[in-house]
């Protein structure tokens, strides 16, 4: 989970916020999406240009901070904020935005070009490489026309990339990929605000149903090549030593839809499961969902392992929360994984670079070695406190979507991975 802390921005302007009822935004999905679209096309020199993902806790911050802070957001935490007409053209305008400021940039005599802003740059803070987080909410509150505001981490810090026209790069690790620096395959936006509002859909059924021990999901790296496994080859031998169950449905809108007393079933091979139903099982607790390719031709578009019961397993009837297994603890109504302070070994914990970023070509040569920028894997914290150090156990566990419950670094068993 991404901890935040600036409780000093947390005001009554929560009421400003615009809700979404089901906890699943498809309009802000495809405003990030179209955001990124511009980082993946951004010409000038980056170093590490990742996907902007969606967050959960930077969501709520949106929704919550008071407008009057946002100018001197950047002075007091680690996130910056942007603003947008709306979710429908706001990332056009943005980039129109991007367009004016380098045409007056690139203007100015090179000595006198600052590498980095201190102050809100509109058009250029979603293409700030430093950048792998962000969550949005619509307000009533913003001026100019402005209906969205967006926080984005985790660097307090804009650097301007050069005038010239370049090639990204990767370093440190990173592949480029689709148009972006990528370290690793891990579930992208969408799948993890599904999670998010699954996880709220599934806390209210144990509160109306009284169930006692509903868990919490997270991603499961092993469930995700499982999937995978199942979408590509249809192969029976998956079926050996099975411990999950399956569900399909067209969006992800539609896999949060509850219908206890619905019949409708899918078949692999002679196991039946049934795909308004399988979500919500109390005791599954790791999810994977992966694309259907049309090939199959299911009527679906998605689908989602869960784990790690085999058989239909029914809940306890009690207070929601109060049996939850040893190493969970209640949640709000869910049961969710409890996570030990326990240090890694120092050979483990790599030693964080203290550099400046470097976003000119000319400069790269030059400044030794180039500061990879954090992740949106490795960023536990979001604070004024420095970067923290990655130790080696976040390869097997990290937490993306970010919830409330966050005391401490999980112990896991090893070869398994953890997305809240």
Same mark, same amino acid.
């Given at each position: ?43 000038? %020199? &980056?170093?590490?240009?990742?996907? @902007? ?6 969501? *709520?911050? /949106?929704?919550?901070? $008071? ?52 102050? %809100? &740059?509109?058009?250029?803070?979603? @293409? ?6 962000? *969550?949005? /909410?619509?307000?009533? $509150? ?69 169930? /006692? ?208």
């Amino acid at each position: 989970m991404l901890f935040i802390v600036i409780s000093i921005f947390l005001v009554e302007s929560i009421n400003s916020a615009v809700p979404n009822f089901n906890g699943f935004d498809r309009e802000q999905l495809n405003f990030i999406n179209a955001l990124n679209i511009q980082r993946a096309a951004f010409d000038h %020199y &980056t170093v590490n240009m990742q996907k @902007l993902i969606w967050n959960k806790d930077l969501q *709520g911050l /949106a929704e919550s901070i $008071d407008k009057n802070s946002l100018s001197t957001f950047h002075n007091q935490t680690n996130l910056r904020y942007m603003a947008a007409t709306n979710y429908e053209n706001g990332a056009q305008k943005l980039d129109d935005k991007r367009i004016i400021f380098y045409n007056d940039y690139c203007r100015e005599e090179e000595e006198n070009r600052q590498p980095e802003s201190k102050d %809100y &740059t509109p058009g250029l803070e979603h @293409l700030n490489p430093l950048q792998t987080i962000i *969550g949005c /909410a619509k307000r009533t $509150d913003l001026l100019q026309d402005h209906t969205v505001v967006c926080l984005l981490g985790p660097s307090g810090t804009l650097p301007i990339a050069s005038c010239p026209q370049s090639i990204a790069t990767c370093a440190n690790g990173f592949e480029y990929k689709n148009g972006f620096c990528s370290n690793s395959d891990l579930p992208d936006s969408d799948q993890l605000m599904y999670i998010s509002a699954l996880n709220e859909k599934r806390r209210q059924i144990a509160v109306k149903d009284d169930i /006692a021990n509903m868990y919490e999901f997270v991603w499961n790296r092993n469930l995700h090549d499982i999937a995978l496994n199942v979408e590509q080859h249809f192969d029976s031998r998956i079926l050996q030593k099975r411990k999950w169950r399956m569900t399909e449905f067209v969006d992800f809108e539609k896999g949060l839809d509850y219908d206890p007393n619905s019949k409708e079933e899918i078949y692999f091979y002679n196991v039946a499961f049934e795909i308004h139903k399988e979500q919500f099982r109390p005791l599954q607790r790791e999810i994977a969902c992966v694309a259907i390719d049309k090939k199959w031709n299911t009527g679906y578009n998605y689908l989602c392992l869960l784990g790690p019961e085999a058989e239909k397993v029914e809940g306890t009837k009690g207070q929601p929360g109060s049996q939850c297994d040893f190493n969970y603890v209640e949640n709000n109504g869910l049961c969710s994984i409890v996570r030990t302070s326990a240090p890694p070994p120092e050979s483990q914990v790599p030693k964080p670079s203290t550099e400046s970023p470097v976003c000119n070509p000319t400069d790269a040569v030059t400044s030794g070695t180039i500061q990879p920028p954090l992740t949106r894997y490795t960023t536990e914290e979001l604070t004024p406190e420095p970067p923290p150090q990655v130790p080696k156990e976040l390869e097997d566990y990290e937490e993306l979507d970010g919830d409330e419950y966050d005391p401490d670094f999980p112990t896991v068993p090893p070869r398994k991975y953890y997305f809240y």
